[in-house]
């Protein structure tokens, strides 16, 4: 098997990561995916650094050992604090979503304020903030961690009055410092998306950092000859490290679809 033949693994610290791969699957219909989720050390949002570096580590591990092409850090708490050691280590592209969300902001915004809202880990890290600065010095960010929103979009409580009251508490400042754009910086956000559209105004412009990445990821694999150029039917694989007896609700929540195959993640460990 050639190298556009391998699948792209995508990582995240548990089943959010499946909406990256939803997108993913929307841009690239033929490409193979290997899924990883450590739904035993989720959340990592709560984390600090060192350990979210390690856990990252293992897990990019686990998916080379399976031949990927590339890697897709599909969690952003992962790809705010351990990419550039991701990269350091593994010589295979690795993608994170923070550089493709924020370079979207920065062509959406159009008085140059942008919202930022994640994990506290992504927001302390603060490296959505300086890959905004980096590609313009100009524009003013605000940032805010709305640890809720992950159990709520998990509970499939993404509409009605418990949701928008939850959603209000956290976008108070944000809806005072004017901004007109909004990357939702989690990967359970695009979930509650419609709710927090209604309540910061449909002006508002919504950045979904894991659509961005997937359209980054086809071009980086068209750069580097690695599009599979097969137009049969991909092979979608589901990696977890503890059973999740919900993945299947989950999943089609998140990925738009069921998955009724799911394998626990052995470690070469
Ligand atoms: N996947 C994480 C992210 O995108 C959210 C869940 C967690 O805290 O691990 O930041």
């Not at 650094?49 to 952003?76: G, M, W």
């Not at 009251?165 to 990357?183: E, F, G, M, N, V």
């Amino acid at each position: 098997m050639g190298v556009k033949d391998s699948p792209i693994g995508v990582f995240d610290s548990g089943i959010g990561g499946l909406t990256v791969m939803r997108a993913l699957i929307k841009v690239l219909p033929y490409e193979s995916i290997i899924y990883f989720g450590d739904t035993a050390r989720v959340p990592y949002g709560t984390k600090s650094p060192a350990t979210i570096v390690r856990f990252s580590l293992e897990s990019v591990e686990f998916l080379l050992e399976r031949d990927v092409k590339c890697v897709v850090v599909a969690c952003n708490t992962s790809s705010a604090h351990a990419l550039p050691v991701l990269r350091k280590y593994f010589k295979v592209p690795i993608i994170g979503v923070i550089q493709p969300g924020a370079m979207a902001a920065v062509k959406a915004t159009k008085n140059k304020r942008v919202g930022i809202i994640g994990t506290q880990a992504t927001v302390r890290s603060k490296a959505y903030e300086e890959a905004i600065k980096h590609l313009d010095p100009a524009v003013r960010v605000v940032s805010q961690s709305c640890p809720l929103f992950v159990p709520l979009a998990e509970e499939g409580m993404t509409r009605g009055k418990e949701c928008e009251s939850i959603i209000q508490h956290y976008c108070k400042s944000l809806k005072r410092s004017a901004i007109d754009t909004l990357i939702l910086g989690c990967t359970h956000y695009p979930l509650l998306a419609a709710t927090i559209q209604k309540i910061l105004g449909r002006s508002i412009h919504l950045i979904d950092s894991g659509r961005q990445t997937a359209v980054d990821v086809q071009g980086l694999l068209m750069g580097m000859d690695m599009l599979c150029d097969k137009r049969s039917k991909p092979s979608y694989r589901f990696y977890v490290t503890d059973e999740n007896e919900h993945f299947q609700t989950l999943s089609s929540r998140f990925l738009g679809r069921v998955v009724n195959k799911v394998e626990l993640a052995k470690w070469n460990r």
